[in-house]
């Protein structure tokens, strides 16, 4: 017998992962996403699954196909100074009673085609090209019409419609939006070499290059560029020439990767860093909200992934366990609002660091700090 019926906004790794966690709880859940396919909702070039992911993922019966395609690290990594010599160990934090590697590498369509095919398999329906248009909230459900002049009738809408949400501006008063920080990333896939085992972190004074195996024969190179105007699709700024010279102080293995791999051939990502953390409450009435679009993460931890994924399995679980909405909505924001502003703000603290902004920081300390608090339970 159903639970009751769900509507999620947006077919992103959240959204769908959510609606896989609802599905098994007994709800009937429809996805509706803007874009044509899987693969059109897929920027960038791969992800970062840290242990705390990988165990929401279990959680909802993914992790080990997620594993299967992927790269699974017996480490989080190691830091390097810009000439390549070796600073320090980065092992990760073990989550206990849990038999997970402390990080796994995947291509982010990969990621989307696993996610789907087990959302599919549970029962949830995905419609694509598609989202609402009006959302309307009369207490005892949410009437919704859709882009394709559809309407329907749903007992809850979760937004997970991203960084620039539609849905949020149901729930949150007055205009709430991300800021730019001042630092861009640049991704560019590699083939994967023997000594990519783990993430590599290699620090200048101008900015982070990294290293992140993301499957069998397939890694990703990364730099985090300090740009004090966002770039958009018409800057330009995505070349091979202008990476190579944001890599030109390295040395060492990282030199190596530049010298050999960043050509003019290659398929360069570039894409702004912004942040957002909404304050509670994430919901008004039968409406409710999760990953960018109430805590968007720059990508200094890895997190931003694995915190939309944790944000579905605890609003799932709480769900379960409430009858009433409001009880429900309440203990998922209470689960979830400092672990997610910690994510956030160190996520922050970081990138401040590598603009040269707080001298005597130490991220290491920091990462370790969050990876510990993250294996704590959701």
Known sequence: MSRGSILIVGGGIGGL???????????????????????SSVYGVGIIQP????????MIGVAQDCIAAGYPARRWGGLHATDGTFIKEMPGTPV???DLPP??????PKLHEILTSHAVEAGVTVRYSTT????KDDGDGVDVGFTDGSTGRFDIVIGADGVYSKTRGYVVEGEVKPYYIGQSAYRVNIPLLPEIDSIILQASEEGMAGLVPIGKDLAYLFYNAHMETQPTPESGDDTAERLREYLAPFGGFMGRIRDEFIT????????PEESLIVDAPWHKGRIVLMGDAVHAITPHLGQGAAQAIEDGVVLADCLDKH????????????RRFERCKLVVDTSLDIAEWEMGRKPGFDNVAATDHVLEVMAQPL
């Open 264 to 271: 003019e051939e290659c398929d360069i990502v570039l894409r």
């Open 51 to 58: 242990m705390n992911a990988l165990r929401a993922l279990d």
């Open 103 to 108: 990080m796994n590498g995947l291509t982010r």
């Open 17 to 39: 992962s959510t609606a896989i966690a609802v599905q098994k709880k007994g709800y009937d859940t429809t996805v509706v996403e803007l874009h044509s396919d899987v693969h």
């Open 323 to 334: 009858d009433d909405l409001e009880a429900a909505f309440a203990e998922y924001t209470d």
């Open 132 to 135: 609402f248009t009006e959302l």
């Open 96 to 98: 206990p009673g849990v």
